[in-house]
């Protein structure tokens, strides 16, 4: 199946200021750093969050918004370079769950986030989406993912099974992203997010406000502000 895109890609496009945002599958040891959770611990609920696949590869982290819409990263599905675009669903194991197929993507022309309709509707709960004010400086946040859980070798090849969570400290929630977009900046809690946990959802005060985009995998991680995208996401997916 051909997925239908709603937003030209950026040709030749370079991420700078903050490390590159890749996914899981393009990711070496001696790439710039990116979004899998390095330390931090197994998450014990999914918090809406969904495993990508690109041609059947592991590649990025997502979350459920709606019955049948995904959050996750734009170089996410921009780094699925054509192939088919799928997500495990409904459980902690991401060899596990339903598989559910991505119908159209729509990327955002401003940030680092992407919009993908899927051919089923799930049946689960559902991100709740923060709105101004939900994120705050000195705030402790969650990230969750199946990233990377090492830095001594390609990330590809300590992808987490399991989904895993960190708490981070939120030190800004307008810094820039070299990856595109106004982002939720964040210190190095009890782990770091890595390649892989891109896409992936941070949570504060019981809201989703971000979107993983950028880390060192060491002291600091970056996630899309969706709080100041909601009006593009509300256009797009009605939430």
């Known amino acids: 199946m051909r997925i239908a895109r709603t937003a030209a890609l950026l040709s030749g496009l370079a991420f700078t200021g903050l490390a590159a945002a890749m996914p899981a599958t393009a990711a070496t040891a001696s790439a710039p750093a990116q979004p899998a959770i390095i330390d931090g611990s197994n998450a014990d609920s999914l918090h809406a969050a969904a495993r990508m696949f690109a041609g059947g590869e592991e590649i990025c982290s997502a979350t459920i918004i709606a019955p049948d819409w995904i959050l996750t990263a734009r170089h996410c599905t921009q780094g699925a370079e054509g192939k088919d ?134 002291s600091y991680t970056a996630y899309i502000n969706v709080t100041l995208y909601r009006d593009w996401i509300k256009s797009v997916a009605g939430v």
Request: one cysteine or more; glycine letters at 12%.
């Open 85 to 218: 675009i799928t997500f495990h669903v409904g459980d902690l194991d991401q060899t596990k769950g339903t598989e559910v197929k991505a119908t159209a993507v729509h990327e955002s022309e401003e940030a680092d986030i992407s919009l993908v309709q899927i051919d089923q509707q799930v049946e689960t709960d559902y991100a709740p989406l923060g709105s101004e004010g939900d994120v705050k400086v000195g705030d402790e946040a969650e990230v969750y993912g199946w990233g990377a859980t090492c830095t001594d070798k390609p990330e590809i090849e300590c992808q987490s099974q399991q989904l895993k969570v960190a708490k981070v400290n939120v030190n800004s929630i307008d810094c820039p992203d070299g990856a595109a977009g106004t982002s939720v900046c964040a210190d190095r809690g009890d782990g770091i997010t890595a390649g892989g946990d891109s896409g992936g959802p941070m949570y504060a005060n019981g809201k989703q406000v971000g979107v993983a985009s950028t880390s060192d995998r060491q």
